[in-house]
């Protein structure tokens, strides 16, 4: 089953869309119902691709060939060393088809090309061979117990686990999710978001070459209410990973909850302040700010989307930030030139555009920016404003778009009040030279992740999730590993023990 990609593109010959069916038990099969839905190339607004509609009985079908993979299959049951082979043969077979895997998403979402293949794509694998490593070092504990019993701890796959990813990285939301599941020897169903479907099935295809044995990784594409709402109130899931909004974190929370109490894990965005201090270099603090919330378009869950700047060097940062923001390059994710591609849909677009007009309509100074660019594709100009109040919806909401928000602060409690203002509570970053500055501001910033005189720099190592409103449960990191295990506790009498 194939549809096939533009060949209209001047920059780069379009891959041919191979995958469009679900991936069930190690088959590409259509829908029980034989729906399909659009997938749409953000930069023309056209169709790239027919791709089969999961819904509640294709995800009844997935879970069934889950259940059967981790009760009856080789996956829990093979050397933890094996599973790790296998895995690592899967980065190397993604290394390979890294082109092919990097054009899938810049056509699906609008992202920058040689972003994905240089940075998301390696992330991607680093995830891979990170928990690869680590599947054959998970193990339990022995424990002395009072009396004549002794005790150990068996760490057991959680079971069957549901993924539900969204479409601003699909590939490494894919593989965070995926990597650290497989490691731990559970079986899975994955929802990739509606938006982005193809890389998803890229790459299950590649799973299957790597050796991944039936039934372990079930990719089934859909839409949120129907697949996805099947995936969390499943009664025969045994934890459910999501990646998305404030809103669908609740009902997937709420309908595990109804369902049979699977756990859940939620990463849910931000609203991740910047803070520049009078000490910053300015040249260096402009530029991470503008990283911070033009990269991918602004779609990126910790965006430095709230910039607060010291009075002290406010009028030269504002002045330096508009004038590079102006050079900001917008086009076509496959030229090399560009900065920003296209937002990843319609829907987008119109969100992020209502935002500006609020901001206008709420009394914030639009520096730069405000419209979208040309007729045809969804192309935002990067946007400024300045004269923000905290309490202003583009102070508090999360935009997921090229639209910064830029604030003055005096003092350091000033700052810390402002950053801490938020229902959100993601990342921050701190630019500062001065040592108790940064101490004191990563401790009393409450985020998951603070980058200090950095922006985005995340790590396989390093767990990754939020505090407060933006979910809980890291991904990323041995954190993340142990989301997919369970502590079985054993406990046996000794007879005759001498201590
Ligand atoms: P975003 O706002 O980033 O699009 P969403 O939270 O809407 O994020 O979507 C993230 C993922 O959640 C997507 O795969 C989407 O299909 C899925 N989703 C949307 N609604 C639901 C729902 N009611 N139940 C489960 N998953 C859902």
């Not at 299959?73 to 050397?79: I, L, V």
């Not at 088809?97 to 680093?126: Q, R, V």
């Not at 555009?353 to 405000?370: C, D, P, Q, V």
Request: hydrophobic share 40%.
């Amino acid at each position: 089953d194939s549809s096939s990609g533009h060949n209209d593109n001047s920059f780069f010959k379009m891959p041919t869309i191979k995958f469009t069916q679900l991936f069930i038990n190690g088959n590409f099969v259509d829908s029980i119902s034989g729906r399909r839905f659009e997938t749409i190339d953000p930069r023309t607004e056209e169709v790239i691709a027919r791709v089969s509609e999961g819904d509640k009985e294709d995800i009844d079908v997935a879970v069934e060939a889950a259940r059967e993979a981790l009760d009856r299959g080789p996956w829990p049951r093979m050397a933890a060393s094996e599973r790790a082979k296998i895995m690592v043969k899967w980065a190397e077979l993604i290394e390979e088809n890294a082109e092919e895997a990097a054009a899938l998403d810049s056509m699906d979402a609008g992202k920058l090309y040689y972003f994905n293949k240089f940075a998301e794509i390696p992330s991607a694998t680093n995830a891979l061979r990170y928990y690869a490593g680590a599947a054959d070092k998970i193990h339990g504990k022995v424990l002395k117990m009072n009396g004549d019993f002794h005790a150990y701890t068996l760490m057991e796959p959680i079971g069957v686990v549901g993924h539900i990813i969204p479409w601003n990285a699909p590939s490494v939301s894919f593989f965070i999710k995926v990597s650290p599941a497989l490691a731990a020897g559970c079986t899975m169903v994955l929802k990739p978001a509606e938006q982005t479907p193809l890389s998803a099935l890229f790459y299950a295809h590649l799973a299957k070459l790597a050796g991944i044995p039936d039934g372990v990784l079930n990719v089934v594409p859909g839409f949120g209410p129907t697949a996805g709402a099947a995936i969390s109130s499943h009664m025969d899931i045994d934890a459910v990973s999501f990646t998305g909004s404030i809103e669908v974190g609740r009902e997937v929370m709420q309908s595990a909850a109804r369902s049979n109490l699977k756990p859940v894990s939620l990463e849910l965005g931000g609203k991740s302040p910047l803070i520049i201090f009078d000490d910053a270099d300015i040249d260096k603090a402009v530029d991470l700010a503008l990283i911070g919330i033009m990269s991918n378009k602004g779609e990126v869950c910790v965006a430095s989307s709230r910039v607060y700047v010291h009075e002290g060097i406010y009028d030269e940062f504002e002045k330096k930030l508009v004038e590079k923001a102006k050079t900001w390059v917008v086009g076509d994710p496959f030229d090399p030139k560009s900065q920003q591609g296209p937002q990843a849909d319609m829907n987008q677009l119109k969100k992020i555009l209502s935002y500006i007009e609020h901001g206008n309509r709420e009394g914030a100074t639009l520096l730069t920016g405000g419209n979208r660019v040309g007729n045809k594709g969804y192309y935002i100009q990067p946007t400024i404003f300045s004269n923000v109040k905290e309490d202003m919806l583009i102070a508090q909401e999360e935009i997921f778009g090229p639209v910064l928000a830029l604030m003055k602060f005096k003092t350091m409690e000033e700052a810390i009040k402002s950053a801490n203002n938020s229902k959100y509570g993601l990342a921050a970053g701190i630019m500062t030279k001065n040592l108790d500055t940064a101490n004191t501001m990563s401790r009393s910033i409450r985020a998951g992740i603070v980058w200090m005189n950095c922006y985005f720099v995340l790590g396989s190592d390093v767990p990754f999730g939020g505090y407060k409103m933006s979910g809980f449960g890291k991904d990323l990191g041995l954190e993340a590993l142990h989301k997919y295990l369970q502590t079985k506790s054993v406990v046996t009498p000794i007879y005759s023990s001498p201590w």
